[in-house]
């Protein structure tokens, strides 16, 4: 590994100094996804600044029923938190559905936003990545992506974005307070953190060198809305998803849907809010011929390789049984393909 130095920031400013002054510097949160992409040369900081004792660790419920939730909070002390358990079930299950318990317990929120993709290629500096080594080429298109993305990729990368948490974020319409080296303070939907692969994929999101994610946003839930996450993977637990869903409807008394928020990970290079399936849906009853027809406009414009082409089959049947069984109020746990924890 890389000699590096490492700092432990004690406010926001020192942390943004060091970080701003120097191209080769990072933050550090949980470190679970940069200490391992360090140990593999595929990250080479010389200045590590830690900002996990920063003070952006509360999970803040307000009295208008919104949340904010510090950029340092662990994942585990929001996954257990009551408030967030009960009004925003699908946040405490993505993130119970993710890594292991001893994981969440170091990885922060702002962490787990901008861990990196888990493609092959990127993680083994021995093979070209355009996004690891600008211009080199991206061979998963032809070789492995299996777990790879089917939506918003480009010719030169097909990487997938790996958090389960970012999708549950997504349905919810979250936002992600930012905070520049000068101080200035802005916010950005979830899904606008993150750039479309196009011709750079290394350009992953919209922070600015030196930019601090201190805080996530909460609207308030609609009153009534159903939430679920639901996750489909390899191996029961401690495996990344193939393909989840994030869902929060809500039914009007005539049975018709008048929320609809479905977002979708494991398939596309950030969480992907699926707007065309919600618009087939908005304002009609789910039934399940048009929630499959809804998959499928959001499909329409999918790009599969031939090794995740099954992913496309996937969506619809995960979109279709996610929105099926939370209006008819089944349990997928109880047949034992539900939300487990790891
Ligand atoms: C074996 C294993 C299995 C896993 N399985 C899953 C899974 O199933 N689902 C899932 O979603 N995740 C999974 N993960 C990933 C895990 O969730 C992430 O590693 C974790 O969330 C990253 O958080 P962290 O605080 O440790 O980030 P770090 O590793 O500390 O940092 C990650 C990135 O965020 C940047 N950063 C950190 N804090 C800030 C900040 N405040 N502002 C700006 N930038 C910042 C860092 O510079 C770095 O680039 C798994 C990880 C492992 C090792
Ligand atoms: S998909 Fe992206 S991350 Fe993977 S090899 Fe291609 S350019 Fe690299």
């Given at each position: ?47 590590v ?54 994981l ?96 750079t ?40 998803a ?41 304002g ?38 996610t ?14 393909h ?5």
């Amino acid at each position: 590994m890389k000699e590096f130095a490492y700092v432990r920031a004690s406010d926001a400013d020192e942390a943004a100094a060091l970080v701003a002054d120097r191209p080769d510097a990072v933050y550090l949160g949980g470190g679970t996804n940069l200490v391992d992409l360090m140990k593999l040369g595929v990250a080479r900081p010389g200045l590590v600044v830690d900002v996990s004792r920063l003070p952006y660790d509360r999970v803040e419920h307000r009295s208008d029923g919104s949340v904010l939730i510090g950029g340092a909070v662990r994942n585990s002390v929001l996954a257990g938190d009551a408030g967030i358990r009960w009004r925003f079930p699908l946040l405490s299950q993505a993130l119970l559905a993710g890594a292991s318990g001893q994981l969440r317990t170091a990885a922060t929120v702002a962490g787990n936003l901008l861990q990196r993709t888990r493609c092959g290629y990127f993680q083994d500096v021995t093979k070209p990545c355009n996004k690891r080594e600008p211009g080199s080429g991206c061979p998963a298109a032809a070789g492995a992506h299996r777990e790879l993305a089917v939506l918003g990729t480009s010719e030169h990368c097909v990487a997938s974005h790996p958090s389960d948490m970012a999708v549950a974020l997504a349905a919810l319409d979250a936002t992600v307070h930012l905070r520049s080296p000068g101080g200035t303070e802005r916010t950005v939907p979830v899904e606008e953190l993150y750039l479309p692969p196009g011709r750079t994929p290394h350009r992953e999101t919209v922070l600015a060198p030196g930019e601090l994610i201190t805080a996530v946003e909460l609207p308030a839930p609609p009153p009534g809305a159903l939430m679920r996450f639901r996750k489909v993977r390899d191996r029961w637990s401690y495996a990344f998803a193939l393909v989840s869903v994030g869902v929060s409807v809500r039914q009007a008394d005539d049975g018709t849907l008048d929320r609809v928020a479905i977002a979708l990970g494991g398939v596309a290079p950030r969480p992907w809010r699926a707007r065309a399936a919600e618009q087939r849906l908005l304002g009609h009853r789910p039934e399940d011929a048009l929630l499959r027809a809804a998959a499928g406009a959001e499909l329409a414009d999918a790009r599969p390789l031939p090794g995740n082409a099954f992913k496309l089959g996937l969506i619809t049947d995960l979109v279709a049984a996610t929105v099926r069984d939370l209006v008819t109020g089944a349990d997928p746990a109880a047949g034992g393909h539900g939300e487990e924890q790891s």
